[in-house]
């Protein structure tokens, strides 16, 4: 963790500076209060920088010692409350770090401050700090790791977030399958590590799409490369034939190892390609998205679409290795977390209903602890029923008609935006099957409309929908079944549904009906 930082973030009386100074002690690195270091630097109180040299002249002061301190690590910094409004100081600090947002409640927050000089809560400090948190919600709320400090102690604050920075192996074990996800922050920088450690050759290749191989942390992986185009659309035999090629061109055998970095579309090509070359190799999963890591990287699952419809040529061939790490969040578009959110929710509703509440209180992703309990939902699951001849088939809530949507839109919906509407179609479903009540469909449509996933695809043509289950590869003996929540925690299978229930719905989801 030595070439990482850990940054706090949030509003004033949050407990940056004391939980810092504290997390500082605990990991025997120093502390780097950012407003400290400008006046220490320019002899100057913030106050007075502020009155002489506006609110200007302090980011330009706040901005240059981020960047020098961001380039190093194995520190603790507290930035200023707005500093990371500044795009550029953001970027530099997540190049380099992991980021907390401490937060209180406003009661909290406001005495906590009582009698300080904060130049931003001048004249009416109640009115002032509402302000603020208003102003910057969108900020506190994009970053990963939340901790409410409202009922905490200093210690208690540093033991959470040290806890949140080990690294935790867990593991998919079955009959003939098991494999380990590695999941920790820093664990991409220690990669070569990671791998000998379990017996694994540096790889001798490394498949990416476009879109991940401009990120910077990857140009650290000194690995012959296959760079595919992104998207759903390319997932196919033809982009599968050129990773084969470029297998023989680095003459890749039995022995080699293949590293997948990217979302799910990527992990299902490359291990596709891995199962099927030289009839299996071996490879390793990276997981570079939200989605990937809760739901695709997991249960050995590899496969590709054919224009019938997804993932209908496939294998189980489990990865030697997942290695997830969040750090690659950070930089993930919004949009893209959020995508990921529906299979986080999903797994709630599967088998986790202390997962399940938290996303009801409060529907954003909270960090690494709320990745693994969507990560063990899955990691039970599969270890019961490897290669869905049961229960596994409750991970397919919502996807029978959420690929229906996904096909229909041309794959403009992005997948897990297209499970979202899938999943509330399926409980308003269960609920005219008269397996759930119409509370489980409401609180699910309105838990996942406040992440910003769509819950309705108007627009599409509910016949296009159909036709594309039809080549939905979860029918049995010709029939198309469902997995249907019927309470939280209790999903049901192989559920058939009558075609007028199904067109019905359909047709609700296509013209958002209420």
């Known amino acids: 963790m030595t070439d990482l930082n850990v940054i706090l973030v949030g509003p004033p009386g949050a407990g940056k500076t004391s939980v810092g100074r504290a997390l500082a002690a605990r990991l025997g690195w120093p502390f780097v209060d950012v407003d400290a270091a400008i006046v220490a630097e320019g002899g100057r109180p913030i106050a007075e920088i502020f009155r002489s040299d506006g609110e200007a002249g302090f980011r330009s002061l706040e901005r240059d010692q981020i960047r020098r301190l961001a380039a190093r690590g194995g520190q603790v910094i507290a930035p200023g409350g707005g500093a990371l409004l500044d795009p550029t100081n953001r970027a530099a600090l997540e190049r380099h770090g992991v980021l907390f947002c401490l937060r209180a409640t406003t009661e909290v927050l406001l005495r906590r401050v009582a009698g300080s000089d904060r130049p931003l809560l001048q004249g009416d400090p109640v009115e002032r700090l509402a302000t603020l948190l208003r102003d910057r919600a969108p900020l506190y709320d994009s970053i990963v790791e939340q901790i409410d400090t409202s009922d905490l102690t200093v210690s208690g604050v540093a033991e959470r977030i040290q806890s949140r920075l080990a690294q935790r192996d867990l593991t998919i074990t079955a009959t003939g399958f098991e494999h380990t996800v590695a999941l920790g922050y820093g664990l991409l920088n220690r990669l070569d590590e990671i791998l000998g450690a379990r017996g694994l050759k540096w790889p001798g290749v490394l498949v990416c799409d476009d879109v991940v191989a401009t990120q910077p942390w990857l140009a650290a992986l000194d690995i012959p490369r296959v760079v595919v185009p992104s998207g759903e659309q390319h997932k196919t035999l033809d982009t599968v034939r050129g990773m084969y090629a470029r297998f023989l061109e680095l003459d890749l055998d039995r022995g080699s190892v293949v590293l997948a970095v990217g979302g799910g579309v990527i992990g299902d090509m490359a291990g596709f390609a891995a199962a099927t070359f030289m009839r299996g190799v071996r490879w390793v999963n990276v ?228």
């Open 287 to 514: 997981p570079t998205t939200l989605l990937a890591m809760v739901d695709a990287s997991l249960g050995g699952k590899t496969g590709v679409d054919l224009p019938e419809g997804k993932n209908l040529v496939g294998a189980f061939h489990p990865p030697a290795l997942i290695v997830s790490d969040p750090l690659t969040l950070q930089t993930l578009p919004e949009a893209e977390r959020r995508a990921g959110l529906a299979e986080a929710i999903k797994h709630g509703v599967i088998d986790d209903p202390e997962l399940w509440r938290q996303f009801v209180s409060r529907p954003v992703f909270a960090g690494v602890e709320q990745l693994a309990r969507a990560i063990d939902v899955k990691a039970r699951v599969v270890s019961q029923d490897p290669y869905e001849r049961g229960r596994r088939a409750t991970l397919n809530l919502g996807h029978t008609i959420g690929h229906g949507v996904e096909a229909a839109s041309g794959y403009r919906l992005r997948h897990g935006e297209a499970i979202a509407i899938g999943l509330v179609a399926e409980a308003r479903l269960a609920v005219a099957l008269g397996l759930a009540a119409p509370e489980l469909a409401e609180a699910l449509a309105d838990t996942l409309a406040r992440t910003g996933l769509p819950v309705a695809a108007p627009g599409l043509d509910p016949e296009s929908i159909r036709q594309a289950m039809s080549s939905d590869k979860k029918k049995v003996t010709g029939r198309l079944t469902f997995a249907l929540p019927a309470a939280i925690g209790d999903v049901r299978w192989g559920i058939e549904a009558p075609e007028a229930l199904l067109a019905a719905e359909l047709l609700r989801v296509t013209q958002r009906w209420p």
